[in-house]
C-alpha cells in the first residue's frame, strides 16, 4: 500500500468519526435547545416584550439551524484534536508545542468571550436598545428568528474578538507585529475600544466599563504576550548567532 492510499485512509477514517461526534452532538444539541432558548430569552422576557413568528415554519426552521451551529461549535475541539492527529506526524517538535498551544489558548478564549457576551453584553444590550425604541415612543415586537440571530452574532463576534491574544501571538512569532509597535498605537487601540464599548452598552458608566475594561485587558495581555514572545525570540536569535560565530 503506498503512502498517498495511508493517508487517504487515515483522511476516511478520520472524516467518519467526525461524522459520528457531530451527529451525536447534534442530538444533544436538540435536546439541550429548550433551555438554551429559555436562557436567551430571558433579556426581553423580563422587559415584557413579545416575541412574535412572522412565518408558520420559523420557529421549527430557527431551532433546526440552532442546534446544527451548537453541535458544530461542541464538536469544533474534537475536530481539531483529530485533524491534529492527522498532521502532527508531518511537523517538528516545536511546531506541535506552537500549535498545541495555540489550539488550546484559541478554544479557551473563544469560550470565554462567548460568555462574557452571553451573561454581561447581550443582557444590557438588549436592555439598552428596548429602551431606545420606547425612548422613540416605538412599540417593540421582536422576531423569534431574528432576535435569536441577534443573540448569536454577538456572541460569536465577543468570541472572535477575544482571540485577540492568538493572533497577536502568531504575528508576533511571525515577525509581523512587535510589541514596540502595539505600545504606540496603544491609544489608538484604547480609543476603537471605547467606541466599540459604548456603542454595545447602554448609556451607564458602570455599564460602559464593564464592557470597555476587559477589552482593555485583553489588548495589554496581547502586548504581555507579544513581549514575552519577542524577548524569546530575541535569546534563541543571538544563541544562534552566537554557536555559529563560535
Excluded: N
Excluded at 412572522?54 to 439551524?65: C, F
Excluded at 492527529?85 to 478564549?109: H, I, K, M, N, Q
Excluded at 511571525?174 to 475600544?193: C, D, E, I, N
Excluded at 454595545?200 to 514575552?228: K, N, Q
Amino acid at each position: 500500500m503506498s503512502a498517498w492510499e495511508t493517508h487517504l485512509r487515515a483522511l476516511r477514517r478520520l472524516l467518519i468519526r467526525a461524522a459520528i461526534a457531530y451527529a451525536v452532538l447534534f442530538a444533544a444539541a436538540v435536546a439541550w435547545l429548550p433551555v438554551l432558548i429559555r436562557d436567551a430569552m430571558r433579556p426581553v422576557h423580563q422587559l415584557h416584550v413579545a416575541l412574535i413568528v412572522t412565518t408558520l415554519d420559523e420557529v421549527v426552521v430557527q431551532d433546526l439551524k440552532l442546534a446544527l451551529s451548537l453541535a458544530f461549535f461542541a464538536a469544533l475541539p474534537y475536530l481539531l484534536y483529530e485533524a491534529w492527529r492527522f498532521v502532527a506526524p508531518a511537523l517538528t517538535v516545536s511546531e506541535r508545542r506552537l500549535v498545541r498551544a495555540g489550539l488550546a489558548a484559541g478554544l479557551l478564549l473563544f469560550a470565554a468571550g462567548a460568555a462574557f457576551a452571553w451573561w454581561v453584553v447581550v443582557p444590557r444590550l438588549v436592555r439598552y436598545l428596548v429602551a431606545l425604541a420606547a425612548w422613540s415612543h416605538l412599540g417593540v415586537y421582536l422576531r423569534y428568528g431574528s432576535y435569536l440571530s441577534f443573540v448569536g452574532t454577538v456572541v460569536l463576534a465577543f468570541g472572535a474578538a477575544f482571540e485577540l491574544p492568538v493572533l497577536v501571538a502568531c504575528g508576533t512569532t511571525m515577525g509581523l507585529l512587535t510589541p514596540s509597535a502595539l505600545r504606540a498605537k496603544r491609544k489608538y487601540a484604547y480609543f476603537a475600544l471605547v467606541i466599540v464599548g459604548v456603542l454595545i452598552s447602554p448609556p451607564e458608566l458602570i455599564a460602559h466599563l464593564t464592557v470597555t475594561v476587559p477589552l482593555f485587558a485583553l489588548y495589554e495581555a496581547s502586548v504581555a504576550l507579544a513581549s514575552v514572545i519577542h524577548r524569546r525570540k530575541s535569546r534563541d536569535t543571538a544563541r544562534t548567532t552566537a554557536l555559529s560565530e563560535g
